[in-house]
């Protein structure tokens, strides 16, 4: 008797263990899925098109596609060699990077020099269904640097100002609905 209930306590602590666990499991999924899931992974980005031009060994392809889960579409090199590039895309959002041999920094002829003084794009955007301030909070615990969120009242949309590694500045853009 003394033997049945000993092992029907330690049956019922395993039991409960085993439980504790399964939940912990499904709550938590596993890494290998996190590292495939982004902060854009339900969010519809609209039509947009942006290319950057940055030098050889960068790694700004990789983060665009890691950032908004981009595909690869192509991969492409120069004839002459000075240049390799890839296009990805989520849906109708396309992105085209190309890896110079001869790409230029601007620091470099003026020093103490910050990127909005330089004539050229400045920032873009991009339109999207987004709540954004979940999306901030998603991407800084992805240690992308999302900065201020702007409410513009003229436009009727929200901004969400983005940094990329090479200090590309993009704008997330949430239009506002109507009541």
Same mark, same amino acid.
């Given at each position: 008797?003394?033997?049945?209930?000993?092992?029907?306590?330690?049956?019922?602590? #395993?039991?409960?263990?085993? #439980?504790?666990?399964? $939940? %912990?499991?499904?709550?938590?999924?596993?890494?290998?899925?996190?590292?495939?899931?982004? %902060?854009?992974?339900?969010?519809?980005?609209?039509? #947009?098109? $942006?290319?950057?031009?940055?030098?050889?060994? #960068?790694?700004?392809?990789? +983060?665009?596609?890691?950032?908004?889960?981009?595909?690869? @579409?192509? =991969?492409?090199?120069?004839?002459?060699?000075?240049?390799?590039? !890839? /296009?990805?895309? =989520?849906?109708?959002?396309? @992105?085209?990077?190309?890896?110079?041999?001869?790409?230029?920094?601007?620091?470099?002829?003026?020093?103490?020099?910050?990127?909005?003084? +330089?004539?050229?794009?400045? =920032?873009?955007?991009?339109?999207?269904?987004?709540? &954004?301030?979940?999306?901030?909070? %998603? /991407?800084?615990?992805?240690?992308?640097?999302?900065?201020? !969120?702007?409410?513009?009242?003229? &436009?009727?949309?929200? /901004?969400?100002?983005?940094?990329?590694?090479?200090?590309? !500045?993009?704008?997330?853009?949430?239009?506002?609905?109507? /009541?």
């Amino acid at each position: 008797m003394k033997i049945s209930k000993t092992l029907s306590i330690s049956i019922g602590k #395993s039991t409960l263990l085993f #439980s504790i666990i399964f $939940i %912990c499991f499904t709550l938590f999924q596993p890494k290998a899925y996190a590292q495939n899931a982004t %902060c854009f992974s339900k969010v519809i980005i609209e039509p #947009s098109f $942006i290319a950057f031009t940055t030098n050889k060994e #960068s790694k700004l392809a990789d +983060w665009y596609q890691n950032t908004f889960g981009l595909k690869t @579409v192509k =991969k492409f090199a120069f004839p002459d060699g000075t240049v390799n590039g !890839i /296009l990805m895309q =989520k849906e109708e959002f396309v @992105v085209e990077v190309f890896n110079r041999d001869d790409a230029l920094q601007a620091s470099d002829y003026v020093q103490q020099s910050k990127p909005e003084q +330089w004539r050229g794009v400045m =920032k873009f955007g991009i339109y999207t269904n987004a709540n &954004l301030p979940m999306l901030k909070q %998603c /991407l800084i615990n992805q240690g992308v640097q999302a900065g201020r !969120i702007y409410n513009d009242t003229k &436009l009727n949309i929200d /901004l969400l100002q983005v940094i990329d590694p090479e200090q590309n !500045i993009l704008e997330i853009i949430s239009r506002k609905k109507s /009541l």
